[in-house]
């Protein structure tokens, strides 16, 4: 049974840092690409960053330069290093999943991640 936890997320204020955790469980995790989605109120959910197998990563351009993926085989955990936060980051917060085969045909497509966290909330006051 694949299990996504994430963890992390809080109130903060602007210009504030947070660092999201989701740890990974039952699933070969090396070889899959994994990412940080959020999805604000009334907004459809959005890709922030991805990494592949080979710890590539792509970021979308609200969050280049400030948003830092990574990842822990050794803890089969994956980590998003936010800085200088923005009110417009508030969102809930969600890391996703799969064979990078199957993500690959799309990293920025929620349709492409079959395994999802539960989300952290994470709100940024100005």
């Known amino acids: 049974q694949v299990q996504l936890v994430e963890s992390g997320g809080g109130s903060v204020q602007a210009g504030g840092s947070l660092r999201l955790s989701c740890v990974a469980s039952?699933?070969?995790?090396?070889?899959?690409?994994m990412g940080w989605f959020r999805q604000a109120p009334g907004k459809e959910r959005e890709g922030v960053a991805i990494i592949d197998s080979d710890s590539s990563t792509i970021y979308a351009d609200s969050v280049k330069g400030r948003f830092t993926i990574s990842k822990d085989n050794a803890k089969n955990t994956l980590y998003l290093q936010m800085n200088s936060l923005k009110p417009e980051d508030t969102a809930m917060y969600y890391c996703?999943?799969?064979?990078?085969?199957?993500?690959?045909?799309?990293?920025?497509?929620?349709?492409?991640?079959?395994?999802w966290g539960q989300g952290t909330q994470v709100t940024v006051s100005s």
């Open positions: 996703a999943a799969d064979w990078c085969v199957v993500a690959g045909r799309d990293f920025w497509s929620r349709n492409e991640y079959y395994y």
């Open positions: 039952g699933y070969h995790y090396k070889r899959y690409c």
